[in-house]
């Protein structure tokens, strides 16, 4: 599968992320030897299972081929192919037209106050991990860390849904607190 494979992410364990020949994405997860949650439910099977999830609440995300487990490297992966489209990190570093970025500002504060209306807590929340589709609709991918509660959040998951992001020197300015959390429509005063 590795013949002809591009590296997209390493970590200090190794290879991460690949796009292979075909076009698809590998994403590799390392397995746990111990019991563990990641044991007993992989983060590939929780990605593929939250794929389908947010899939049926109209979310655009990537379409996955197949979830596999490769004993010799200890790891676990799911192929999926790519979403179309670009991260709001990438749009946003490749630079963008101040029309422009305070259109997808809107953009991604509404996005996420649907989420977080559809029950949605997804822990991995930041520019890198929202993708812009052709067709100008926000949608997800790295999530195999997320929750889907069966109400809409309150206040205090809302808040604290935003703080690692808030905690990027780049992306904080992204987050609108007082629409996503208390309620004002976006794109009002700043
Ligand atoms: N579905 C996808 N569509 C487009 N690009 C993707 C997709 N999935 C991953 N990528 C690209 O792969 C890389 C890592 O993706 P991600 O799943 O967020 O991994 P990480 O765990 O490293 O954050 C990024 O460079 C991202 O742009
Ligand atoms: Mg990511």
Request: net charge positive.
């Amino acid at each position: 599968m590795r013949e002809g494979a591009e590296v997209l992410e390493v970590d200090h364990h190794g290879d991460k992320v690949l796009r292979l020949a075909d076009g698809s994405i590998l994403k590799l997860f390392r397995r746990r030897r111990v019991i563990s949650s990641a044991a007993l439910y992989p983060y590939a099977r929780r990605f593929a299972n939250n794929a389908a999830a947010l899939a049926r609440l109209g979310i655009p995300v990537p379409q996955v081929i197949e979830v596999l487990r490769i004993p010799s490297i200890e790891r676990d992966a799911v192929r999926y192919a790519p979403l179309a489209g670009k991260t709001l990190r990438e749009l946003l570093r490749g630079g963008l037209a101040p029309a422009r970025e305070r259109e997808l500002k809107a953009a991604f504060t509404r996005f996420v106050v649907g989420l977080h209306d559809q029950g949605v807590y997804f822990r991995s929340l930041h520019l890198g991990n929202v993708v812009c589709t052709p067709e100008g609709r926000l949608g997800l991918i790295d999530f195999a860390d997320l929750r889907i509660h069966p109400w809409s959040l309150g206040k205090y998951l809302r808040a604290r849904n935003l703080r690692r992001m808030q905690g990027l020197d780049e992306e904080r300015d992204w987050i609108d607190a007082a629409a996503i959390v208390g309620g004002r429509p976006p794109g009002g005063a700043q």
